[in-house]
Nanobody
Framework: EVQLVQSGGGLVQAGGSLRLSCAAS????????ITWIRQAPEKDREGVSC????????EYADSVKGRFTISSDSAKNTVYLQMNNLNPEDTAIYYC?????????????WGQGTQVTVSS
């Protein structure tokens, strides 16, 4: 089945780190941009970071710049989001999604989502 399979996440104290994974199943990321998006209760959905499969160039939201790192492993067909120095405002459900370009809101496929909870 064509899908994005997420792993990682969980509960961490403020200042801690987590790594999220997003693996493509039955297809490859070639030609896509892969975005990490988060949704917190009563907040707007936020695009956190994006990586282009074409050249591995990246983009970050100002809220996570310097703390989060997006990367990809083509051999494993997986994209990662390394999150450091987490704070309670990072608490949200995190999704990975693919689209034609970074910044697009028209996503072709979503992962199942994973909860990240940061305690103070």
């Amino acid at each position: 089945e064509v899908q994005l399979v997420q792993s990682g996440g969980g509960l961490v104290q403020a200042g801690g780190s987590l790594r999220l994974s997003c693996a493509a199943s039955e297809f490859r990321f070639d030609g896509y941009a892969i975005t990490w998006i988060r949704q917190a209760p009563e907040k707007d959905r936020e695009g956190v970071s994006c990586i282009r499969s074409s050249d591995s160039s990246t983009e970050y939201a100002d809220s996570v710049k310097g703390r989060f790192t997006i990367s990809s492993d083509s051999a494993k067909n997986t994209v990662y989001l390394q999150m450091n120095n987490l704070n309670p405002e990072d608490t949200a459900i995190y999704y990975c999604a693919i689209s034609g370009r970074c910044g697009s809101i028209n996503y072709d496929l979503w992962g199942q989502g994973t909860q990240v909870t940061v305690s103070s």
